[in-house]
């Protein structure tokens, strides 16, 4: 079967707009879990760079911020972050199908769930270069990383790599737009600064031309 004959998957009579709100966020879920943003803010930077458009650790925050509440935003990150919590919970309790309490606190290798989970955090946020970043903030756990379980560290590590990955794209983007503006503006000065030669200049300069003498003579001829 063609894909142009595949029906177009929309669920029907969606409303137009959301008619309730939830209750609470994922960042008052992750707060309750001693997770706050100035804590995953200090992680980020700690494997800043200076890049074009974050020439700073100051610019690097204002814009990691911006796409850290642009990215959280949406419910779908929500709920896969949120996932990873539930499972962090089960396995501290010894609740998860086929893994006993002993194998989820020491993280046994054969427990790759974790890691999965972070990886789609990551993909969903900043797609490739996203899943780059995860597996930097993934094998070296820092700041608050190395002290979350087996779901969380992942899951953060996710959600930070995916935004970090796309504060350095985002700025590299916006670096460049505003110097190209500057280039133009500074064209169009050049421009303006180049003075036209004027109606009287140019009724003057034809009015000498005019009025010079004309020799009927060759050069060198006797009169």
Do not use: W
């Not at 707060?31 to 992680?43: A, H, N, P, Q, S």
């Not at 309490?101 to 993909?123: H, M, N, T």
């Not at 350095?168 to 303006?192: D, Q």
Request: aromatic fraction near 8%.
């Amino acid at each position: 079967m063609k894909r142009s004959n595949i029906d177009d998957g929309f669920k029907k009579n969606q409303p137009a707009a959301i008619e309730t709100e939830s209750s609470k966020t994922i960042l008052q879920i992750l707060e309750k879990r001693g997770i706050r943003y100035v804590d995953l803010l200090d992680t980020a930077m700690e494997f800043y760079v200076p890049h074009p458009g974050i020439e700073t650790t100051d610019k690097a925050k204002a814009v990691f911020e911006r796409e850290f509440y642009f990215a959280i935003g949406d419910p779908n990150l929500q709920m896969l972050i949120y996932a990873g919590v539930l499972l962090e919970q089960e396995g501290e309790a010894g609740e998860l199908p086929g893994v006993s309490r002993e194998s989820f606190e020491k993280d046994l290798s054969f427990i790759i769930a974790d890691e999965i989970l972070g990886d789609a955090v990551a993909d969903y946020i900043a797609g490739s270069k996203g899943r780059f970043e995860f597996v930097r903030f993934d094998k070296n756990k820092p700041g608050i990383l190395k002290t979350l379980g087996p779901f969380m560290d992942d899951v953060i590590g996710g959600l930070l790599g995916g935004v970090s990955a796309n504060m350095y794209s985002r700025a590299m983007f916006e670096f460049e737009n505003e110097k190209k503006s500057a280039e133009k503006k500074s064209v169009g000065k050049k421009s303006a600064e180049k003075k036209p030669v004027g109606k009287k200049s140019a009724e003057k300069k034809l009015s000498l031309t005019q009025s010079a003498p004309a020799s009927s003579q060759k050069p060198g001829a006797k009169k």
